[in-house]
C-alpha cells in the first residue's frame, strides 16, 4: 500500500479529493497533510476526514527557505510517504527539497502547461481569448511550473467568463484529474492521462 502525503496552503479542496479517493482496491492511502499556513482551514477538514496533520508556520523562518523546509522534511519523512501530493501550496520548494523526493512529487497547476505558468492563469487565459483553459498535473522539478506531465484536463471558456467563474469550473476538473493521476502513480502506471470535458461529470451541464 502506497503512502501519500498532501501540502497544502488554503482550503484544500483538491487534498480532501484526493483522501476521499484512497479507498477500497486503491493502491494507495493518505498519511499526513502539511500546511505551510497553521490557519489554512484544509487542516481542519482532513482532521475530519481521520488524517494526521501538521503545520510548519513559514514566516516563523524570513527568508530562510532551508531552515522551514527542514522543519517540514523532518514531519515528511516520519510519515516515510511514497508519494506527496502538493495541491494548493504556494510555496516554492528549494532544489535541495525537490531532489530529496525527486520523482516522488507532484503538483497541480490551474492551466494547460507550458501555457500560463505562475499566477492569475484564469485571468490571462481570458485575456489572451483562448477557447478552452484546464489543469495540470505534473512532477516537480527544479523550475517552477515544469516537470513531466503526467495528465491534463481541458475546460471550455464561456462567453461571459471571469476568472471566478473559470476557476470554479477547472476547480470541478482538478477534483477529477488529480485523483485519477494520483490512482496511475501509486499504481506505477506511466505515460499520460488526457481528459477532454466530457469526461468530467458536472461539467456537461455547463
Ligand atoms: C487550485 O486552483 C489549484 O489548481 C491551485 O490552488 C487552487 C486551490 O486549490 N494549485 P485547493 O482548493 O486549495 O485544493
Redesign the pocket.
Known amino acids: 500500500m502506497k503512502r501519500v502525503a498532501i501540502l ?1 496552503s ?6 480532501v479529493a484526493l483522501v476521499n479517493s484512497m479507498t477500497g482496491d486503491h493502491p494507495a492511502r493518505p498519511v499526513l497533510v502539511g500546511s505551510n499556513d497553521p490557519a489554512a482551514s ?1 487542516l481542519a477538514r482532513a482532521a475530519d476526514l481521520g488524517v494526521p496533520t501538521f503545520a510548519v508556520d513559514h514566516k516563523r523562518f524570513g527568508r530562510d527557505r532551508a531552515a522551514f523546509e527542514a522543519e517540514l522534511v523532518a514531519h515528511l519523512d516520519r510519515a516515510a510517504p511514497d508519494l506527496i501530493c502538493l ?2 501550496f504556494m510555496r516554492i520548494l528549494t532544489p535541495g527539497f525537490i531532489a530529496r523526493y525527486r520523482g516522488r512529487l507532484l503538483n ?3 492551466s494547460l502547461l507550458p501555457k500560463y505558468p505562475g499566477l492569475h492563469t484564469h485571468a490571462r487565459a481570458i485575456e489572451a481569448g483562448d477557447r478552452e483553459a484546464g ?1 495540470t498535473v505534473h512532477e516537480v522539478s527544479e523550475g517552477v511550473d515544469e516537470g513531466p506531465i503526467l495528465g491534463q484536463a481541458r475546460v471550455p471558456i464561456l462567453k461571459g467568463d471571469t476568472p471566478d467563474t473559470l ?1 470554479a469550473r ?2 470541478i476538473a ?1 477534483h477529477i484529474l488529480y485523483p485519477a493521476v494520483l490512482r496511475r502513480a501509486a499504481s506505477g502506471q506511466g505515460g499520460r492521462l488526457d481528459l477532454a470535458p466530457g469526461d468530467i461529470p458536472g461539467l456537461a451541464d455547463q
Not at 10 to 15: K, L, Q
Open positions: 497544502i488554503g482550503g484544500g479542496s483538491n487534498m484544509g495541491a494548493g497541480i497547476h490551474p489543469a476557476a477547472v476547480l482538478e
